[in-house]
């Protein structure tokens, strides 16, 4: 972004209009001239390169324009301290011997003061002087310089210019018929209030600025104006606002329009989208989101799943949770102004087939939220766990009930001796969960359920001899033996025929098994 007061605007009939760079041979000179004066400024002060840009304003250059440019190429610089030395620790040592020397009213006793330092650090005089200062900003050396061409630095120009203008928005309207989901995603990963709705495959996203609710911030606003490489991101965009603009009479509100057929030769450039690292609104969200992992609760959350449709609006919760088909979303409402509770119980309301759990902070409690579909729980500092986990609890119940309802497994044919049963519930489409209650005391024709496992009556006999026939079996006698069969959980068998271990250690060699007695 660019500071407020080199703003290049011009304004008509209640209408903003920016004032951007063309990218003709004036303007192309121009940057050019900057471009060299940059790259052959590496090693010089920063307050002799920058006298040097101030130079071209006397030549007649717009100031504003000029001094934008120049502070976008100071972005792509890095300036470093040049000094052998550590300032700092230097000007304390000048100052101790000052004041043994008593007040320093002359030239010639400063002089006097700095040849001593510098005797007694073994350096030259000219070198404490140098480096008295050289931790300050404009002694700053240019260490080096990313440099762009011409149209590229044009560019990031009028994409500066009107990051500026969203910083001042009071709100935002966005209009795409691509790349919304990124865009979704690129408002919310900044934190921002939002609603978003579609039409006739037109995705209308509406933004409140820092400038129109309590929670004025510059943060708000910068992060508002950081979305913008979303946006451009997008084939067509258009972008409608209302900006806050200070003149002589006052401050005015003034509409702002921007699309993408207008200006995109002149803004369109390279940037970063937002990251992917998961990031979050808030503390608290952040909190939920760590404490919840740590739980290793067999649910997977996610930060900002798909967006979902509700009716003509578009929602993205806060979180998902996933488990064996089953999805959960989490909405945690943290500040709210009145308006956008309002707009988001009603997206909230026209949410269809959706589980849908909404965590809110117990001082927005009001009426309107019994409103709300689905879940609904109050937090004060943090959001609770133990009720959202007897949510999703209840959840994953309901669906395995479900699931063991419908299961038919009166025509399983089994041909193998033994048959694990995650095997079978793929084939049969369900949960193994749901699979193992279904066949609770179901008797099956020559075969017997155990742990993981269906095997077939007769190879349970015939497992159960070989076993018996070794004498005084250790528990890794009896292991080897059944996985030599081609059978993966040994401990199942040994549970279907009652033997029991005789633990010594953590050692199978070690360890026995007997056979339990009925």
């Known amino acids: 972004m660019l500071p407020l007061d080199l703003l290049r605007v011009h304004t008509e009939k209640g209408r903003l209009y920016p004032i951007f760079a063309d990218i003709n041979s004036r303007n192309m000179k121009l940057a050019s001239m900057l471009l ?31 001094r934008g440019l120049s502070l976008i190429l100071e972005r792509q610089s890095i300036f470093q301290m040049d000094s052998a030395l550590d ?26 003061v700095l040849r001593d330092i510098a005797k007694n650090l073994n350096i030259s005089a000219e070198c404490v002087e140098q480096s008295f200062y050289a931790d300050l900003e404009d002694e700053m050396i240019l260490g080096s310089f990313n440099s762009v061409d011409p149209v590229e630095l044009l560019k990031l120009y009028n994409f500066s210019l009107t990051q500026t203008l969203l910083f001042r928005a009071t709100h935002i309207e966005i209009k795409v018929s ?56 997008a084939e067509h965009w258009e972008i409608n606002g209302s900006i806050i603009r200070k003149s002589q009479y006052g ?19 390279a940037l970063k989208e937002p990251s992917s690292k998961v990031a979050f609104d808030s503390a608290v969200e952040e909190k939920f989101y760590r404490d919840f992992k740590s739980l290793n609760s067999g649910w997977n959350i996610t930060r900002e799943p798909t967006p979902l449709i509700a009716g003509k609006y ?37 949410l269809k087939g959706v589980e849908l759990i909404t965590a809110v902070n117990q001082q927005l409690a009001c009426d309107k939220l019994t409103q709300i579909k689905g879940e609904l729980i109050f937090y004060k500092k943090k959001v609770p766990l133990k009720p959202i986990l007897s ?85 890794s006698q009896a292991i080897n033996l059944i996985e030599n069969e081609g059978i993966a959980h040994p401990y199942d068998i040994l549970s279907a025929l009652n033997y029991r271990i005789l633990w010594n250690g953590l050692d199978s060699q070690k360890s026995s098994i007997y056979k339990e007695k009925n």
């Open 36 to 66: 060299r004066l940059f790259r052959s400024s590496l090693g010089k002060r920063k307050r002799d390169l920058f006298a040097e840009v101030a130079n071209y304003e006397s030549k007649g250059s717009d100031y504003r324009f000029l």
């Open 87 to 112: 300032p700092s620790v230097l000007r304390r040592l000048i100052f101790e011997e000052s004041t043994r020397k008593g007040f320093i009213t002359t030239t010639e006793k400063r002089k006097h």
């Open 178 to 233: 691509d790349h919304w989901k990124e865009i979704l995603r690129a408002v919310k990963f900044r934190g921002l209030m939002y609603s978003a709705e579609t039409a006739n495959g037109v995705f209308k996203i509406t933004v409140d600025g820092p400038l129109s609710h309590f929670k004025l911030t510059q943060r708000y606003g910068t992060n508002m104006a950081k979305t913008l490489p979303s946006i451009l991101q």
């Open 251 to 269: 401050k005015r509100l003034l509409q702002l329009r921007l699309t993408s057929t207008q200006v995109r030769d002149k803004i369109q450039t």
């Open 314 to 350: 578009v929602f993205i919760p806060d979180f998902s949770f996933e488990k064996r088909g089953i999805t959960v979303y989490l909405e945690i409402a943290g500040f709210w102004t009145k308006n956008y509770l309002e707009k988001k119980i009603m997206k909230l309301q026209q």
């Open 391 to 475: 949510i999703l609890k209840a959840k994953e119940e309901a669906q395995l009930h479900h699931e063991v309802q419908l299961m038919n497994i009166e025509h399983i044919h089994l041909e193998k001796d033994v048959v694990e049963l995650q095997d079978l519930a793929k084939v049969l489409n369900v949960s193994i969960e749901a699979l193992k209650r279904k066949l609770i005391g179901v008797e099956l024709n020559g075969y017997k359920t155990t742990g993981e496992l269906i095997i077939r009556q007769e190879k349970l006999g015939e497992l159960e001899v070989k076993i018996a026939s070794l004498s005084k079996p250790s528990l």
